[in-house]
Structure formats: C-alpha cells, structure tokens
DNA sequence: TCAATCAGGACCCGAATGGTACCATTTGGC
DNA sequence: GCCAAATGGTACCATTCGGGTCCTGATTGA
C-alpha cells in the first residue's frame, strides 16, 4: 500500500492543531478533544513526537506540550522520521549486508535513489502548508534523482 | 517506515531478470534460480503480476512468462500498485467519507498531494533503470506540487 | 496420453500495529 | 505541605496483515 501508519496521520493532525495556538501549552487531553481523537492516542502520539523534539512538553500541573520549532521548520518527512523510523522503501535498503542477494542484484542503489527523491518530496511540505487556512501554493522543487552512475556504460 | 512489501520488492527483481532475456518466455522455477528466490514466492509474485497485465503468461508445456511491455514503459509505480494497490500515503486519501474527522481537518487534500507527487516521482523511473548494466542516468522531472488552493488567501 | 506449467484458491503462522491501562514523576496552586 | 493535574515510560492485549506453503484444476506441447 505505501501507506504511513495511522498514528503518523494522527500526529500530523495533532502538530496541525498545535500550529494554530502557538507560544501557549496545551494539554494532551485538550487537543484530543480539538482534534476529536482518543485522548489516550493523542498522548502516546505526543509523547513520541516530544522525544524527536517535535514538541516541546512541560510537565506538572498547568503543563502541555507545544511546538518545539516553527510550522515551517517541520516536514512532513520529520514528522514520519519521528513516528516511523528511517524512511525506506525497503529492508536492504537502510542497512548493507542483510539482503542475500546483495551481490547480484543491482537494484539496491537504485531503491537507494528512489527513496531519497521520495525523502526530499516530503521534505519540501512544512506543517505550516497542511494548516488550513494558512496555505499557501507549495512547489516541491525539482527533485532530481542523483545520477552517480560514473561511466554511464552500456 | 514508509516501506514496500516484500513481495513487491521481489516483484521489481523478478521483472528486471525478465528484462534481461526479452521476447522468450521463462518459466517460473527458472527465474526463482536465477533470482535466488524461493520457486512458490516467484509464482505467486508472477500471477499477481499478471493479472495487472505487466507480464504476459503461456501455460502448458514450454510455458512461462515474459514482459508485457518493453521495460522502458514499466515504470516503478505500476509495479507498486499492481502488487499492493493505489499509492495513498493514508487511508481517507483514498475514499471519501471513511475518516471521522474529514469536516473539520482541512489536511486531507494536501495529502493528496503529497500522494500525487510521489506518484508521479516513481513513475518516472522505469524498469529499464533498475536493470543493472542498462543503467543511464535518470532525472525525475521537477516533481511540483498542484497548488490549486483556490484564491490563496492569507 | 502424459508431463510440464500456469491459475486460483485455501491455509497457517509470526510479526507488527492500534489501542488501552497502569504507575512513577513532576509541577503549580491552595 | 499537600493535593490535583499533567507528562514519562512501560507493559499488555487483541486484531490485522504479510509472507509463505500447499493443493487442485485448467491448459498446452511433445
Ligand atoms: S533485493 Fe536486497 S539487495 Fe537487491
Ligand atoms: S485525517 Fe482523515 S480527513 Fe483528515
């Protein structure tokens, strides 16, 4: 499916939510119920998010979280590197040595290639594009696969 | 992660050693040894290629498989999406009115784009590119984002 | 006729995901 | 000083999904 994981989606409409109070905290329990999700979910999602740095948590009473950075110091592809982990599109993409097929397949640095034009599309969209009534036209710049292959042989 | 199935990174091995020997057909358990891939799995990778018309198959004796097209005109996504379905990066981008909250969360179209413009990434890669040996340098073309945000206001 | 080969399922198992709950820790207010 | 509010962290369970195998039937060439 390609899909991201729903609580991937759900932090991207959390981060959202916080984009549009900045500066105050908020509490997990009160952007659940601005966002319409479980506050239970909101919390687990939060609490990874603040371990990336995404957001910034106070603890104690009167605590909350809010942005850690600026909505438009946050991808969307932070926001998966948060949530998900590395971005690959496969297994023997992000470590060497684990494919058995290493050695004769020629694939691999392409995959490799693949997933860095996908990173850097996602890289290009802030938070502050996916906030309604913020947008503006985004352009995701060229995204040009990076073409090492040295002697172009054929 | 962001990842592919398995099987359908099988999938684009499987292709590109089709790729290598154009025209015959090649049966099943012969392109599982030469993909050091288990028979049962190429079968059931090939069927399903099949089916979305990227390979063409004989049955009977002297059977087997070859490209449906030339691999200059498979590209990545359609073999993503002919193993594992539509490219969406979440679940409402896909169907309209499955998600709770799709009244109040204005995100869900610039997944949409987001989605769009992986899409349009990957399919500017094909098979012929991941063949190894027929390698040439490929440029993904200035991947843009449709802004179409009506009167882009702010 | 027979053997090879694809077609189309059913099936099973393990891993990952989504979701929940619990307890410790911190902090502000009374 | 104490309590309520709120996060931090972990552990847990149910369900789903993906990977993988196997079986039976249909087709085709020798
Ligand atoms: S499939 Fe793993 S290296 Fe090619
Ligand atoms: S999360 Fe489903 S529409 Fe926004």
Redesign the pocket.
């Known amino acids: 499916?390609l899909?991201?994981?729903?609580?991937?989606?759900?932090a991207t409409v959390v981060l959202a939510t916080l984009a549009e109070r900045p500066g105050a905290?908020?509490?997990?329990?009160?952007?659940a119920t601005l966002a319409r999700l479980?506050?239970?979910?909101v919390?687990?999602v939060?609490?990874t998010l603040?371990?990336a740095g995404l957001v910034e948590?106070?603890?104690?009473?009167?605590?909350?979280?809010r942005l850690g950075r600026a909505p438009e110091a946050i991808s969307v592809a932070d926001v998966i590197v948060a949530m998900?982990g590395p971005i690959g599109l496969t297994e023997c993409q992000l470590h060497v040595g684990l494919c058995h097929h290493e050695g004769h397949c020629g694939i691999r640095g392409n995959w490799q290639k693949i997933g860095v034009a996908i990173e850097t599309a996602l890289q290009s969209v802030s938070l502050a594009d996916l906030v309604p009534g913020r947008r503006r036209p985004t352009a995701i710049p060229s995204v040009t696969l990076p073409a090492e292959v040295p002697g172009a042989e054929r």
Chains 1, 2 share one sequence.
């Open positions: 499916m899909r991201i994981a729903k609580l991937t989606d759900y905290h908020a509490s997990a329990t009160e952007l479980e506050p239970t979910t919390s687990k939060l609490k603040a371990q948590s106070r603890r104690g009473a009167a605590g909350g979280y998900e």
